[in-house]
């Protein structure tokens, strides 16, 4: 059975930083490009960044570009967000998506599993 698990969400004040890390149970992780999106109370979900299979190709949101790192390590099956000068419109719950495919996507329908999600909430 697949999973995706997030964790490190939490509330920090405007400015600060967190890191997500999102593990997954994929067999073949390498395999699989993933992403980051994020869905806010009352809107749709959004995505944030993407990287590709071998971690060579990134793709960024313009609302977090500069800001937002992603990040892939194939041999402990993990990827992160770090997320930096983190602002009030950045609070959403942030989900870790995995898309099998050799071609990045931004689409959320492309992607084929998904994390529970996990909340993050910036005060001003």
């Known amino acids: 059975q697949v999973q995706l698990v997030e964790s490190g969400g939490g509330l920090v004040q405007a400015g600060g930083s967190l890191r997500l890390s999102c593990a997954a149970s994929?067999?073949?992780?390498?395999?699989?490009?993933m992403g980051w999106f994020r869905q806010a109370p009352g809107k749709e979900r959004e995505l944030v960044a993407t990287i590709s299979w071998s971690g060579g190709t990134t793709y960024y949101a313009d609302s977090v570009k500069g800001r937002f790192t992603i990040s892939r390590d194939n041999a402990k099956n993990t990827v992160a967000l770090q997320m930096n000068s983190l602002k009030p419109e950045d609070t959403a719950v942030y989900y870790c998506?995995?898309?099998?495919?050799?071609?990045?996507?931004?689409?959320?329908?492309?992607?084929?599993?998904w994390g529970q999600g996990t909340q993050v909430t910036v005060s001003s």
């Open positions: 998506a995995g898309r099998r495919s050799i071609n990045s996507s931004t689409r959320t329908y492309e992607y084929d599993y």
């Open positions: 994929l067999r073949t992780f390498s395999n699989y490009n």
